[in-house]
């Protein structure tokens, strides 16, 4: 979805999509997080308000995606909500050198646009990798895999630690004869 400069009048322009009546959007999350992470259950609105200032674009709003992300810690894909505010500024390309030698602007909320037109498919996209780095937890109680064995300890202890919990009182008992038998 491409959006000329021109069409953003004085009072803004305002995109607002859904994925399930919107296909660019659909596809943009669906390249973005892949069919397992977007399910086709999974959905997700668009909210931006455009403003224009000369050639500098402002973009404000927001996009809320419910998809299935992996557990950072336990690996498992759970059903998540996710708000991502959005605030951008676009400026021509042809700024990009003159900014550049300001060397103050190497924000990630400032991009540039080509062709007197703003790509909203690239900026949701870029939006939405930059998502993908945050931390995924299915729940605050999450305990994770265990490092030795790699069981999912929320399905209960695995066998590592009931070693410990369990045999330790014992094995202090049976270490001491064995060494006494070997000496
Ligand atoms: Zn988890
Ligand atoms: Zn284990």
Redesign the pocket.
């Known amino acids: 979805m491409k959006l000329r400069i021109d069409d953003i009048k004085e009072g803004g322009f305002d995109v607002n999509a859904d994925s399930t009546v919107n296909p660019w959007l659909q596809t943009v999350f669906t390249d973005v997080f892949g069919t397992e992470k977007f399910t086709e259950e999974d959905g997700g609105r668009l909210n931006l308000q455009l403003f224009r200032d000369d050639k500098n674009v402002t973009i404000i709003g927001g996009a809320i995606i419910k998809f299935h992300p992996n557990c950072d810690r336990c690996l498992t894909n759970f059903s998540k909500q996710q708000q991502i505010p959005i605030h951008l500024i676009l400026a021509p390309v042809y700024l990009k050198k003159g900014k550049r030698a300001e060397s103050n602007t190497e924000d990630e909320d400032f991009g540039y646009y080509e062709n007197d037109e703003i790509d909203i498919e690239n900026v949701v996209r870029e939006q939405m990798i930059l998502m993908q780095q945050m931390v995924n937890i299915c729940r605050e109680s999450c305990k994770g895999l ?6 999912n ?1 929320n399905d209960g ?5 009931k070693k410990e919990e369990i045999v330790s009182p014992f094995a202090v008992l049976k270490k001491r004869p064995l060494k006494k038998s070997k000496t």
């Open positions: 265990c490092p030795t064995c790699g069981k300890l202890p695995c066998k590592c630690k």
